[in-house]
């Protein structure tokens, strides 16, 4: 009976009219970016504005709607007086809140990332917008602070035009600068040189975004920040704070209160008023890489703010990508660099182990792991304070060589690296899957493979049975040291987690140069020589005894940049080469993964632009998932770039449109192309 009467009444409910909601009579139409990551549905959508929301439903604001029976959060982009929709418009179920979080200049860039990186604008605000925390919401931000007094010069007089781009900054002008930054630990190192542009920013009356790798690099600007414009001018924005500490500073930047920003990835999309400087420290380092969809880069993110809000940018670090080279060369920055005299006198002493003078005193120098030339240089260097040693990390994948001068395969066809498989005879491309049957070393023409393990042990126990009386500290996977005293000690680093060193490190030692080296990555030369520059930046100039051993073949390109400390020249010449053999960032790449029949159903959809090549699709190499998964490469001209990204977006819509069981990754400008 029960049962009867649950029915009686859901029939009851379902014939019974809903009341009409009354619009707002003012913009009676909201346009709203629906949460919905699903390709084919990519757009806004109209609803209706009932009146008792009209104040709320402003503009920015998180509203619940109702989306194909189900209801789903979105953010309101804009209201309007009427909708292009002939039919009748669901009304907003409820607005979660009036505080306007999406400000319309990040709303314009998260449509310009999703059109680059070719997803969708809901994957690119779950990543911009955090999460609501009603108690943060509620409390008052503060107060905006008064511009502080331009600096001086200060440690930018050390470089060419460094007070010129200060004084443009402090004028409201725009300056494009990619900066190669002086090695040393002297006190107006990198991070004080930020807080000075930081400074001059909001001297000018506008504000400024500091984007670095990790918390370390964050606790160092803010330091820095702190001595320069003082604590409540800034905010810090990273991932340890908490859900509610992190939104209440957001909020104080989304509203106006603080001007300034400095944190990891995530801050990249910080939405700070009058944006007039975005800097990127260590534009190399994988973390700036977001690996949730759709994948931006930070360097990339920043060229898009700078673009739009016509600002200015600073692109910093020890190493110049090849990404950063090719912004010199478009002319869409300038350099930032000190003269050869000033980089000679900051710089440390490099020396390779396997140079000729340590070969006629030690023949075992080019093939030991610790040479004669790494212990003399510790033990001298551990009488005046700390010893850095680099030890690259395990995990890499193992890649084929020439059994006689060691230099990488590749293939002949599309050059990229070559590999072994089980299920293969012989060496076969990564990219394309070809066989290389016929390789030749185009180095020495030698015909036969050599394996090359990737990897290195800890050194901290054969190091402390060396020097028995020094403590040896370390830092990586267990734990990761921000600073270390400046007495004497071995300090065993993984590359990316080298402590800072009070007073800077008397000596460095780089081991294991051809783990590094010898990695299937196209970006192997250039992130060797970026860690390399970042471990050897730590220690104390040439003229202080500063002193860096790296055990790496002296003839190899980036161990004569860093011996030269020329990141500049390097970056050159690798664009050089990239752009002769097709490579990013002379060209553009995409790449497809999934299984099977969904890469090749999306590669037979897609309308490719004019000169696209397909390269592959291959296995992928240590597949965990149940379904093998492949992956195709699709490379085209930089020119052709937004041609590409539509073409994708436009399968993707279409396989989502029709419910394809299979998922398909797509990823542009991936970070490794291995």
Request: charge should be positive.
């Amino acid at each position: 009976m029960s049962d009867q009467l649950q029915l009686i009444r859901a029939a009851v409910r379902k014939a019974r009219p809903k009341p009409a909601v009354e619009p707002s009579a003012e913009l009676p139409v909201a346009r709203v970016a629906v949460d919905v990551p699903l390709a084919h549905l990519d757009r806004p959508f109209d609803y209706l504005v009932p009146e008792g929301m009209a104040e709320q439903a402003v503009p920015g604001a998180r509203v619940r709607v109702r989306f194909a029976g189900q209801l789903v959060d979105g953010f309101i982009l804009e209201r309007a007086a009427e909708s292009e929709h002939p039919g009748r418009l669901s009304p907003l179920q409820r607005v979660v809140s009036p505080e306007p979080v999406l400000a319309p200049e990040i709303a314009e860039l998260a449509r310009a990332v999703a059109d680059r990186y070719a997803g969708t604008l809901a994957d690119v605000l779950r990543l911009a917008i955090p999460p609501r925390h009603a108690a943060a919401e509620a409390e008052p931000s503060p107060e905006p602070a008064d511009p502080p007094a331009p600096p001086e010069p200060g440690d930018w007089a050390r470089y060419e035009a460094g007070p010129q781009y200060l004084h443009a900054l402090a004028a409201g002008g725009a300056p494009r600068a990619v900066w190669t930054a002086l090695p040393g630990p002297a006190v107006g190192d990198w991070p004080v040189l930020v807080a000075l542009a930081v400074q001059a920013t909001l001297a000018g009356g506008r504000g400024a975004l500091v984007v670095v790798p990790d918390g370390r690099d964050v606790a160092r600007v803010s330091a820095a920040l702190d001595a320069a414009v003082g604590a409540g001018r800034y905010v810090a924005l990273t991932h340890e704070l908490g859900p509610a500490e992190r939104y209440r500073r957001w909020l104080a930047v989304r509203r106006g209160g603080v001007r300034a920003v400095v944190g990891t990835r995530a801050a990249m999309f910080a939405p700070v008023r009058d944006l007039g400087l975005v800097v990127v420290w260590d534009d190399g380092d994988d973390l700036h890489a977001e690996p949730r969809a759709p994948y931006p880069h930070v360097r990339e993110v920043l060229g898009l703010r700078a673009h739009l809000a016509g600002c200015a940018a600073l692109i910093g670090g020890f190493a110049r990508t090849a990404e950063g080279a090719r912004l010199l060369a478009s002319g869409w920055a300038r350099p930032l660099a000190a003269t050869r005299a000033e980089v000679r006198r900051a710089a440390p002493l490099v020396r390779a182990a396997g140079e000729d003078a340590e070969l006629a005193r030690d023949e075992a120098a080019r093939t030991a792991r610790l040479p004669s030339l790494a212990f003399r240089v510790a033990r001298e260097a551990l009488r005046h304070g700390p010893v850095l040693v680099q030890v690259p990390r395990r995990g890499y994948l193992p890649a084929l060589a020439c059994e006689r001068c060691r230099a990488l395969a590749r293939c002949p066809r599309c050059a990229g690296p070559l590999a072994l498989a089980s299920s293969h005879a012989v060496a076969h491309c990564r990219w394309c899957g070809k066989p290389a049957g016929g390789w030749r070393c185009p180095e020495c023409a030698w015909a036969r493979f050599r394996a090359q393990v990737v990897g290195a042990r800890r050194t901290a126990e054969e190091l402390g049975r060396a020097f028995p009386s020094v403590p040896v500290r370390t830092s990586g996977r267990d734990g990761v040291l921000a600073t270390v005293p400046g007495e004497p000690a071995l300090v065993i680093a993984t590359p990316g987690a080298e402590p800072v060193a009070a007073g800077g490190y008397a000596a460095a030692l780089l081991l294991d140069g051809w783990a590094l080296l010898g990695r299937p990555d196209l970006r192997a030369g250039e992130e060797t020589l970026r860690r390399w520059l970042n471990a050897a930046a730590l220690v104390r100039p040439a003229s202080e005894g500063g002193t860096v051993v790296v055990l790496a073949e002296p003839s190899l390109a980036p161990v004569q940049a860093l011996i030269r400390w020329d990141p500049a020249g390097y970056a050159e010449r690798e664009l050089a080469d990239r752009s002769a053999l097709g490579f990013p960032p002379a060209a553009r790449m995409a790449s497809v993964t999934g299984p099977r029949p969904a890469v090749d159903d999306l590669l037979a959809s897609v309308e490719l632009p004019e000169a696209a090549e397909v390269l592959g699709p291959v296995p992928l190499p240590g597949n965990r998932e149940g379904t093998p998964q492949e992956r195709a490469l699709i490379r085209v001209p930089p020119a052709r770039t937004r041609a590409l990204c539509g073409a994708l977006r436009a399968a993707l819509a279409a396989r989502s449109a029709r419910k394809d069981p299979d998922s398909v990754r797509v990823q542009v400008d991936p970070l490794e192309l291995v």
